[in-house]
Nanobody, 120 residues
Framework: QVQLVESGGGLVQPGGSLKLSCAAS????????MGWYRQAPGKERDLVAA????????YADSVKGRFTISRDGAKNRILYLQMNSLKPEDTAVYYC?????????????WGQGTQVTVSS
């Protein structure tokens, strides 16, 4: 079993910054993909930014130049999302996602989500 625990959400004014963190724990061989998704009320869950299996990064067009994804720790198990120049439309629940290799094969996990609210 793998657990993903997010932190760092909150209320911020437009133009402000927040940094989200996601820590992966459990018994896995390696993390294949890891990224951030978000879901606003009444909308689908969409990709924000992610590391692919070859280590490259993908960003949603709406966050390019404002958000930066990074990772750290043994097996790159800690994921960050630095969010700058935040806009009200960035308001959503942000979820961490990881595709990992277990002894039984590949599996995919979601964190519980952290709320980000951008409002004056």
């Amino acid at each position: 079993q793998v657990q993903l625990v997010e932190s760092g959400g909150g209320l911020v004014q437009p133009g402000g910054s927040l940094k989200l963190s996601c820590a992966a724990s459990g018994d896995f061989f390696r993390i294949n993909t890891m990224g951030w998704y978000r879901q606003a009320p009444g909308k689908e869950r969409d990709l924000v930014a992610a590391f692919t299996s070859n280590g490259s990064t993908n960003y949603a067009d709406s966050v390019k130049g404002r958000f930066t994804i990074s990772r750290d720790g043994a097996k790159n198990r800690i994921l960050y999302l630095q969010m700058n120049s935040l806009k009200p439309e960035d308001t959503a629940v942000y979820y961490c996602n990881a595709g990992v290799w277990l002894v039984t094969g590949p599996s995919n996990y979601w964190g519980q989500g952290t709320q980000v609210t951008v409002s004056s």
